[in-house]
């Protein structure tokens, strides 16, 4: 059975840094990424990283800001969050899509796994 579970949310103050992961079993993705979604928002885009070459795409208000990565042997994506602002607040999520694209997939709709959702509450 697939299963994708994050884990790292929590409460931290503006500037400072958390760590999300997500632990994905069951089967193997093309792409992984990390979605949010904040109270009375459509969920948003963060950034993906491709499973095999390791390319890496970002919503721009969190470039240089927040990295992506993978650990193919633990089948785990992360998302290293740093400079966190309160608008970063949301819930966040990861996915995972099983068909090969030639260009970053930034839709919620393009993603075919998800997790249950991680909260980062940044505090101002």
């Known amino acids: 059975q697939v299963q994708l579970v994050e884990s790292g949310g929590g409460l931290v103050q503006a500037g400072g840094s958390l760590r999300l992961s997500c632990a994905a079993s069951?089967?193997?993705?093309?792409?992984m990424g990390w979605f949010r979604q904040a109270p009375g928002k459509e969920r948003e885009f963060v950034a993906t990283?491709?499973?095999?070459?390791?390319?890496?795409h970002y919503e721009d208000s969190v470039k240089g800001r927040f990295s992506i990565s993978r650990d193919n042997a633990k089948n785990t994506v992360y998302l290293q969050m740093n400079s966190l602002k309160p608008e970063d607040t949301a819930v966040y999520f990861c996915?995972?899509?099983?068909?090969?694209?030639?260009?970053?997939?930034?839709?919620?709709?393009?993603?075919?796994?998800w997790g249950q959702g991680t909260q980062v509450t940044v505090s101002s």
């Open positions: 069951g089967r193997t993705f093309y792409a």
């Open positions: 990283i491709s499973w095999s070459d390791s390319n890496t």
């Open positions: 996915a995972g899509r099983l068909l090969y694209a030639s260009r970053p997939q930034t839709n919620a709709v393009q993603y075919d796994y």
